[in-house]
């Protein structure tokens, strides 16, 4: 906890333990400062799978998609997966749950913790999913004739890997602000609802669905 006079501030926490600490304390900022130390929990406990996966290292194939149709079905399953957990994390983060959780904005004691730990493991467990998608995609084998296919639909998971990165440095980043507001004085605190900011590439995307249709 950082402190400044008589305030004290929650911080990001590395383990549980500090986590389980700061619950009981409950210093200012804690209902944000624990979520985002959940999620950064979550997020660093998969990071290096992740950059094995965006940065392309070797992997030993472990499924082999022996013709043109099945690589089809493989590649538009995938890409609806995707979809689906970008819509389902969105929605989420905009429902009335998320909200609830966090109580009044400038009562923190209306919040529920476990409320919030929940709705952060829940976010956790969409970006695990992800993950799993993704290199499912790259342990799959394929015919030359699809290996560029293949790629690009890993080219288009990679790239919302890539979107909740930057969700997760939007957490942290709102979580600061909100620190040194509070530290500054100010009472009546409002921190700014996190969302997923996605990037479409619309080039890839056709081009994917173009291929599958001919090979359909």
């Avoid at 997020?43 to 472990?62: C, F, I, M």
């Avoid at 790629?151 to 040194?180: A, P, S, T, Y």
Wanted: with cysteine; hydrophobic share 40%.
């Amino acid at each position: 906890m950082n402190r400044r006079g008589a305030i004290s501030v929650a911080v990001i926490v590395p383990t549980p333990e500090l986590l389980e600490r700061m619950l009981e304390e409950k210093p200012a900022c804690w209902t944000w400062a624990a979520f985002a130390s959940t999620v950064f929990q979550r997020w660093a406990a998969v990071e290096q799978r992740k950059v094995d996966q965006v940065l392309g290292s070797p992997v030993t194939p472990t499924h082999k998609l022996g013709t043109g149709s099945d690589v089809a079905q493989f590649v538009i399953g995938h890409m609806r997966d995707v979809d689906g957990i970008v819509a389902q994390v969105s929605a989420f983060l905009s429902g009335p749950a998320f909200r609830e959780a966090f109580g009044a904005p400038d009562d923190e004691d209306s919040a529920d913790a476990e409320g919030i730990i929940r709705a952060a493991h829940h976010l956790g467990d969409c970006y695990e999913r992800l993950l799993e998608l993704a290199e499912e995609c790259r342990r799959c084998s394929v015919s030359a004739q699809y290996a560029e296919l293949l790629h690009d639909c890993v080219r288009f998971v990679n790239q919302h890997l890539q979107d909740f990165g930057g969700f997760v440095n939007d957490i942290l980043e709102n979580l600061e602000d909100l620190q040194k507001r509070v530290m500054l004085g100010e009472r009546l605190i409002h921190c700014q609802r996190p969302a997923l900011h996605t990037n479409t590439d619309d080039r890839l995307i056709w081009s994917i669905l173009d291929r599958v249709r001919t090979i359909e």
